[in-house]
């Protein structure tokens, strides 16, 4: 399994983002979609995640109204939407999947460094 995020680069104080997640490696049924970030010196934190299947979505409290997952199946592509951002977003986004039965994530991307600043 591969996965491969993008999108990241710098965004201006209010601006907002859009990360895909591109997967490849299997048929993904039954797996769902999350996204995390780690910010300097900061734990890994969980934003959200979606089911391949239904498109079903959970959210960190922290994130909610300010994260959308989404994803394309006919590209197996997960997009991570955000907005207000400010310079306390700024971290290494992953994606990272696992089968819906597991209780970790199992494959991970390399990451997408997002810099928020003026």
């Known amino acids: 399994v591969q996965l491969q995020a993008s999108g990241g680069g710098l965004v201006q104080p209010g601006g907002s983002l859009r990360l895909s997640c591109k997967a490849s490696?299997?048929?993904?049924?039954?797996?769902?979609m999350g996204w995390f970030r780690q910010a300097p010196g900061k734990e890994c934190e969980f934003i959200g995640s979606?089911?391949?299947?239904?498109?079903?979505?959970a959210y960190a409290d922290s994130m909610k109204g300010r994260a959308t997952i989404s994803r394309d199946r006919t590209k197996n592509t997960v997009y991570l939407d955000m907005n207000s951002l400010t310079p306390e977003d700024t971290a290494i986004y992953y994606c990272?999947?696992?089968?819906?039965?597991?209780?970790?994530?199992?494959?991970w991307g390399q990451g997408t460094l997002v810099t928020v600043s003026s």
């Open positions: 979606i089911t391949w299947n239904l498109g079903s979505t």
């Open positions: 490696g299997r048929t993904f049924t039954n797996w769902l």
């Open positions: 990272a999947t696992r089968s819906t039965a597991a209780t970790s994530y199992k494959y």
